[in-house]
T-cell receptor, first 113, second 112 residues
Framework: EPEVTQTPSHQVTQMGQEVILRCVPISNHLYFYWYRQILGQKVEFLVS????????KSEIFDDQFSVERPDGSNFTLKIRSTKLEDSAMYFCASCVERENIQYFGAGTRLSVL | KQEVTQIPAALSVPEGENLVLNCSFT??????LQWFRQDPGKGLTSLLLIQSSQREQTSGRLNASLDKSSGRSTLYIAASQPGDSATYLC???????????FGKGTKLTVNP
């Protein structure tokens, strides 16, 4: 069964460093998303991406964040200068049509020291 | 601003029991509602999606209902098993938006 793949599963970084989280969405999906979950808190929406541009973003998704689809298969989230409060589980999701079922990856645990 | 609440926060039941998890949302102008399962340290697995025009959806031992006008959904799990132990999340998509707005989840423990 097709699945959303995320790498790495765990990323440890120093405060102020740049990180790139990678995702391979399901191959025929057109809509891509990033969410995050701080330990013990709700899953929060960050950004949605369609047709090579951001279609919606939250207030969390400030200038420190960016997304890219560098080729036909990968979808990345970049954090330019990580802060301690960026430590969270980051989930990538995709769906074939807007407002259809969103399929989630297993997540990348980001630890900022 | 849409808020999603799930009650109870945690639930412990003996194996074989039927149970109901509750989800409420403040803005009834939703496009759909989705139930997920999350195992510790893992991703989210979609269980059921209910469109705003639907009243319920069934998948195996799971049945989800939606009362959009009252802002409520329930997830019914029949004949619970220890393998059902997980956190169950409810999430809605608002009309005109693409983002899922999540509740905090109900942590279910099914004891053998």
């Amino acid at each position: 069964e097709p699945e959303v793949t995320q790498t790495p599963s765990h990323q440890v970084t120093q405060m102020g460093q740049e990180v790139i989280l990678r995702c391979v969405p399901i191959s025929n999906h057109l809509y891509f998303y990033w969410y995050r979950q701080i330990l013990g808190q709700k899953v929060e929406f960050l950004v949605s991406f369609y047709n090579n541009e951001i279609s919606e973003k939250s207030e969390i998704f400030d200038d420190q964040f960016s997304v890219e689809r560098p080729d036909g298969s990968n979808f990345t989230l970049k954090i330019r200068s990580t802060k301690l409060e960026d430590s969270a589980m980051y989930f990538c999701a995709s769906c074939v049509e807007r407002e259809n079922i969103q399929y989630f990856g297993a997540g990348t645990r980001l630890s900022v020291l | 601003k849409q808020e999603v609440t799930q009650i109870p926060a945690a639930l412990s039941v003996p194996e074989g029991e039927n149970l109901v998890l509750n989800c409420s949302f403040t803005d009834s102008a939703i496009y759909n509602l989705q139930w997920f399962r999350q195992d510790p340290g893992k991703g989210l697995t979609s269980l059921l999606l209910i469109q705003s025009s639907q009243r319920e959806q069934t998948s195996g031992r799971l049945n989800a209902s939606l009362d959009k006008s009252s802002g409520r959904s329930t997830l019914y799990i029949a004949a619970s098993q220890p393998g059902d132990s997980a956190t169950y999340l409810c999430a809605v998509i608002q009309g005109g938006s693409e983002k899922l707005v999540f509740g905090k989840g109900t942590k279910l423990t099914v004891n053998p």
